[in-house]
């Protein structure tokens, strides 16, 4: 009988592979005995189980190095039997040396032999590194759930308190609005019935009435918008809409309070009208704020410039002033919502922080842009450009 030469080579190469696989995956082992006694074991298998112990295992039970198969002693007697193939534990647990937890997969298996003779192989790898990654995750997972419900609540909570507040601003304004138009039409009837050579203080009234009414309904108008703009709910009506009629209607609607702080205000228009396809009172609306303040913040008896012309096919409207101007911090806040700037002692005047937002907000809703340029103590240009066929 002619026995094969053993391959060395290939023999050297499966004990460094065993080595290395060893020594990635931790593993222990040992050989068990019919009745279940340790009869061999790698010179790791009592330290993966024991780390404080010192003592050999050989000889002494299995389930007394393991007291996970206590009570498994019958499955174990089926693995040998053949009758079950294998037992197996997932993440059993010991403390190191320093209190930490490892875990531990264990298998057990039946062995058959001729040099070894019939037993089981106990096999222990230690996973702790992928045991406390899966921790990790599932800790992570745990709380990103925990954030995910509190963020629903909160979201609900929310969605509520802006319906609350979308219906409070409904009915404040529905509830100014009824007052507002009573005392807009009682001004209008003494308008109509008082003489043109009435007593001057009389119609001096009469103007601040007609001029604050307007002025109160921009401003619920406003309020009424931002709620829209923050639900994205705020719709264009767009129709071919004269600019140059627009602007004169924006600068009678402002011109008391142009008089009043004895302001110049020139209008420049273009010579054939100037037709858009624009929302006409979104667009009064922003024009109305920006001359507003223009007005706001120019010194008595200063100077503001409207107007209005073609570059190719973009509509161009522009208000200008001498007045306070703006330094280049404000300019870069100056159409966030809320941010408040050019407070002036001597004017005694602040924005509220909404006007300019809001006007944003319409243009870009028309697919065009404004720009802003000023400069401290020089005065203010804001320019929309609006395309031709939004």
Known sequence: MTVAPLDMDSLILAAHAGKLFGLIHRI??????????????????????????????IGQPLTNILWELVGAEESLQEILEGSLPYLAFERINRKDHDGRTTYL??????????????????????????????QR??????ELALARAELLRANAQLQRLNRQKTLFLSMAAH???GPLSV????????????????????????????????????????????????QGILTLRLMETDINELILHVVDLARYLVERRELSLEV?????PM???????????????LLSNAVKFSRRGGQIVVENFWEGDTAVLRICDNGLGMTAEEQAHAFQLYYQGNSNEEMQT??????????KLLVELHGGRIVLESERDKGSRFTIYLPQNP
């Open 105 to 134: 997969d264990l298998s057990v298996t039946k062995l058959d032999s001729s040099e070894l003779g019939l037993g089981l192989l106990v096999v222990l790898e230690d996973v702790t590194h992928p045991a406390e990654v899966e």
């Open 28 to 57: 222990a082992y040992a050989l068990v005995t019919s009745d279940l006694l340790i009869r061999r074991a790698s010179p790791n298998f009592s330290a993966a189980l024991a780390p404080a112990q010192e003592d050999s295992c």
């Open 183 to 230: 005392i807009r039409n009682s001004g209008d009837l003494i308008a109509h019935i008082i003489p043109a050579d009435a007593y001057p203080k009389a119609l001096h009234y009469l103007h601040l009435i007609d001029f604050q009414t307007n002025h109160m309904d921009w401003l619920i108008r406003d309020f009424l918008d931002l709620d829209q703009i923050e």
């Open 137 to 142: 995750l599932t800790q992570n997972r745990n």
């Open 175 to 177: 509830d100014l609005r």
């Open 275 to 289: 037709r858009l396809l624009v929302d006409a009172k979104r667009i009064q609306q922003a024009l109305y704020n």
């Open 350 to 359: 602040q924005g509220k922080g909404l006007g300019l937002y809001i006007v």
């Open 268 to 272: 420049k228009l273009t010579a054939e």
